[in-house]
């Protein structure tokens, strides 16, 4: 397919339309009087404007879904599983096809991906981090080819991206556990690699910081790669400790499922022996024995806002980059129990 040298843009500039029309048109939608369609016919023609379709030859304009190959399949992921689906229900309602593309740095030559991928689509999100490094990203900007950011960011680069507001939700969990009276508290973190649970993490320390507390080193034990259950092995190592923490705060849903099958395998209760909370709040978190306190993070939204964020983009709407932050929400449930007992209040208890 070759390549188009001309944009949307530019077609709307040529025939004096908004680039919404110029899209309108391409996509052969009603409403547009005969001359309007006659004249950005025109402009394509002059131009040599291309639309990037699928190579079967549909017609429709395809956009691109890159995710790291870790993460397939992501259509069934806990948390990446909405976000695909907000994101493939909005590019459906606006005319576009999605290519999903996996990339695994070990195996895929980064210009493949740049040649492959980016000649076919209009525009392409990146969901998640990860294994689609900083570096990555950079390189995969092209001037004709506009790019938007999933549940990730990159500090010193003006990029268009869409994420939940981690910082606050990991300070929100840490902020109900020490309103509900505790103090020893445990962090279950995830890898360093993402971005998005590293400002988890933070919003953790800083909600721990407010009141003059430190995680011991040993309650916070590294994430291990490969295990089934995320979240087991790092609760494990805690429990083998001779002092285990009163709350347990995992830096996902996903997380906080292994670790609350360590502690029942250890014998011990949630939450009359532990507490445990978390953020996603994924389906499976109402279901959990007990089901787990967590904070919400709207992802089925930053799908939609997401290809809503390309779609202007690929238009030529949108000029200036933004950071878009969706608010999270604390879902109380029953894995916190209540406020535990604090020395001359007799009045507190426990579950």
Known sequence: MAKSKATMRDVAQAAEVSATTVWMVVHNKPGIPIETIKRVR????????????????????????????????????????????GFQAEAKSLGYHVLLSTFDR???????????LAQKVAGFVVANDGDISRE??????????????????????????VLGDNFMAGYKIARYMLDLG?????????????????????????????????????????????HPLKGYVQMKEILELDERPTGVIAISDKTAFGAMEAIREAGLGIPRDIAIGSIDNTMESGYTRPPLTTIHI????????????????????????????????????????????????ESMHSE
């Not at 070990?106 to 492959?116: A, M």
């Open 106 to 116: 070990n195996t895929q030559e980064l210009d493949l991906l740049k040649t492959g």
């Open 42 to 85: 025109a402009a394509i023609d002059n131009l040599s404007y291309v639309v990037k379709t699928e190579e079967n030859g549909t017609g429709v304009e395809s956009i691109g879904l890159l995710i790291e190959q870790s993460s397939i399949p992501a259509i069934s992921d806990v948390f990446y599983g909405d976000v695909i689906r």
């Open 298 to 345: 709207p992802k089925y939204e930053i799908g939609v806002l997401a290809l809503q964020k390309l779609h202007r983009l690929i238009q030529g709407e949108d000029t200036i980059p933004v950071k878009t932050i969706v608010y999270s929400e604390l879902i109380v449930r029953e894995s916190c129990g209540t406020a535990i007992p604090q020395p001359g209040d």
């Open 182 to 226: 505790h103090r020893n508290i445990a962090i279950l973190k995830g890898p360093s690699k993402y971005s998005s649970l590293v400002d988890r993490f933070r919003g953790c320390l800083a909600a721990l910081a407010e009141e003059n507390l430190l995680v011991r080193p040993e309650w916070m034990p590294e994430p291990v790669s490969g």
């Open 136 to 161: 990555t990203v950079i390189q995969l900007k092209t001037p004709k080819v506009p790019v938007v950011l999933i549940e990730s960011y990159i500090e010193g680069q003006i990029l268009p991206c």
